[in-house]
């Protein structure tokens, strides 16, 4: 761990403002005592939130790309949530809250920044971070990084490449080719390998899109009737199971009817529901074409025709938005060793690296936990604080498996 440094004489640098940067300022402001105005967030994006960003209204249907559900369990989270007011703030998601409450600190925000490298030195095995080189308004600038400032860079995006839909248009292909992999969010990552194997293997998780694509979708419903015939079918009160898969779904269709309402601005007589499908290549059962190709109301009739609901009066109050996402499980695909960089590098004295990407030995992504988890594991460790993250909690069913064995 690095000696303790002194938080009054410290500039950090985070980059990315998906939620693990904003959870990283937040210790970095509470815990470690680092004035606000010393903590910069640098995102490519006009606003924060990352994968996690939400969008649309009650008329024209809302709008989440992933899951967004705190799981179970989650320590870490529920530690950031501690420090931060009640989210219950009227009108706002939980992320626009954190970030009010940091602009309202002091947090220094900085959008439609794109940071393109990180120059660093000795060239033989880089340990410290010298300088920040950034596109911002078409002009390339440099931040200079006293080896007191700190780095935490979060490592390319699931939401890369991202495209939505309408309810009676499909997503456009996907935008992802090796050549905006080349100047997006993923080229920082790219860069950072070609100084040392230590930072890891972006092309594993970002070049195997017929392996990490999935399709989203968000589904506004005008009235209560979809509610009543799931909790029929399921027995299950909205928010209360888990996750409905479709097994006969050539699509492999998952639905999750979580507690309504799910955004604030939400009345009374709508509620909002979201799945995912790991197979949208494929033509579905009863919609006779690829998910990808269909518009969300296809989809809609085609979920319906599986759970044997009425199709007319639930299409024609419901609007469904479909968004496909090229690197929807890549931090799930199989990888190597090294191919996922430690969230500090070996030997390196001012950098941390967090998101989905980074090795966290126990744990699992895919979770907001894991994104938090290491922001709480960069903020410890590179301000020299005298405890970490609690840790990693095992596994219940494995728990169980290893008791019978
Ligand atoms: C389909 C799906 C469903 C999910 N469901 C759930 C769920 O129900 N519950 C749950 O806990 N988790 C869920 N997750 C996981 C969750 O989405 C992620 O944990 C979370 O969004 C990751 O946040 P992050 O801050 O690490 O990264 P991101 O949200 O990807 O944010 C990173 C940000 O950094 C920016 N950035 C990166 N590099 C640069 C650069 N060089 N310059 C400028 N900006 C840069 C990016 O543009 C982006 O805005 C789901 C994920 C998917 C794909």
Redesign the pocket.
């Known amino acids: 761990m690095a000696p303790r440094r002194d938080p009054k004489n410290v500039q950090a640098w985070l980059?990315?403002?998906?939620?693990?940067?904003l959870a990283a300022a937040v210790h970095l402001v509470k815990q470690a005592k680092v004035p606000a105005d010393q903590v910069h967030i640098?995102?490519?994006?006009h606003a924060s939130g990352?994968?996690?960003e939400v969008s649309g209204n009650s008329k024209d249907g809302y709008i989440y790309h992933?899951?967004?559900?705190?799981?179970f369990q989650e320590e870490c989270v529920t530690n950031l949530l501690t420090m931060v007011p009640d989210p219950g703030h009227p009108g706002k998601t939980l992320w626009e809250v954190i970030k009010e409450h940091e602009r309202e600190q002091g947090v220094d925000f900085r959008f439609n920044?794109?940071?393109t490298d990180l120059k660093s030195y000795p060239s033989s095995d880089p340990t410290t971070i010298s300088e920040i080189v950034l596109q911002e308004n078409g002009h390339e600038l440099l931040i200079t990084v006293d080896p007191i400032d700190i780095v935490i860079v979060?490592l390319?995006?699931?939401?890369s490449g991202m495209q939505t839909g309408s309810n009676l248009k499909s997503p456009p292909p996907p935008s992802l080719s090796p050549d905006s992999l080349e100047h997006g969010?993923w080229s920082?990552w790219q860069k950072l390998e070609k100084q040392s194997r230590k930072f890891g293997n972006p092309s594993n998780f970002s070049s195997r899109l017929s392996e990490s694509l999935?399709e989203?979708f968000t589904i506004t419903l005008r009235d209560s009737d979809f509610m009543k015939y799931y909790t029929k079918l399921t027995g299950d009160k909205p928010g209360t199971g888990a996750l409905l898969t479709v097994m006969e779904s050539p699509w492999g269709l998952n639905i999750s009817v979580p507690h309504q309402p799910v955004f604030a601005t939400q009345p009374k007589n709508v509620h909002v529901i979201w799945g995912?499908a790991l197979h949208p290549e494929r033509k579905g059962k009863y919609v006779e074409k690829s998910m990808v190709s269909c518009s969300g109301k296809e989809i809609f009739c085609e979920i319906l025709s599986h759970l044997g609901f009425p199709t007319d009066p639930l299409l024609s109050s419901s609007i469904t938005i479909p968004c496909i996402?090229p690197l929807?499980?890549s931090m799930l695909l199989s990888r190597s060793h090294h191919d996922r960089p430690s969230v500090i590098p070996h030997e390196t004295t001012n950098l941390g690296l967090?998101?989905?990407y980074v090795e966290i030995h126990g744990d699992a992504a895919?979770?907001?936990?894991?994104?938090v988890r290491g922001a709480q594991m960069a903020v410890f460790n590179l301000m020299g604080l005298s405890h970490g993250p609690p840790k990693v909690g095992k596994n219940k069913f494995l728990e169980v498996l290893e008791e019978l064995l």
Do not use: F
């Open positions: 980059i990315g403002s998906g939620v693990a940067s640098l995102d490519v994006h990352g994968a996690m992933t899951g967004a559900q705190p799981y920044v794109m940071v979060t390319g995006s699931v939401a969010e920082l999935v989203t995912y996402m929807g499980t967090i998101g989905q895919c979770s907001l936990e894991y994104s």
